[in-house]
Nanobody, 116 residues
Framework: QVQLVESGGGLVQAGGSLRLSCAAS????????MGWYRQAPGKQRDLVAQ???????NYADSVKGRFTISRDNAKNTVYLQMNSLKPEDTAVYYC??????????WGQGTQVTVSS
């Protein structure tokens, strides 16, 4: 059984930074892609960023140049460094373990609130 535990959300002013972490317990040797999605109130869950075991990345256009995804394979952990945060980045952020197109495991979600 794989469990994902997220941390690092919170309240920050516009222009500030936050770093999210997501650590997996259990066997994830078959998982290639780790990523982050977000869901704002009343909206669908959208992709933010993804990273493969080899380090290939994919970002949503809205976060390119501001967010950086990274992973530590030895620790089964994925990170999301978020800089220059905007109020429109406010959402619940979920980590995702799976493939480019399918999530096998979701984190519990962590709230990120950016005040103007």
């Amino acid at each position: 059984q794989v469990q994902l535990v997220e941390s690092g959300g919170g309240l920050v002013q516009a222009g500030g930074s936050l770093r999210l972490s997501c650590a997996a317990s259990g066997s994830i040797f078959s998982i290639n892609v780790m990523g982050w999605y977000r869901q704002a109130p009343g909206k669908q869950r959208d992709l933010v960023a993804q990273i493969t075991r080899g380090g290939s990345t994919n970002y949503a256009d809205s976060v390119k140049g501001r967010f950086t995804i990274s992973r530590d394979n030895a620790k089964n952990t994925v990170y999301l460094q978020m800089n220059s945060l905007k109020p429109e980045d406010t959402a619940v952020y979920y980590c995702s373990f799976g493939s480019w197109l399918e999530t096998q495991y979701w984190g519990q979600g962590t709230q990120v609130t950016v005040s103007s």
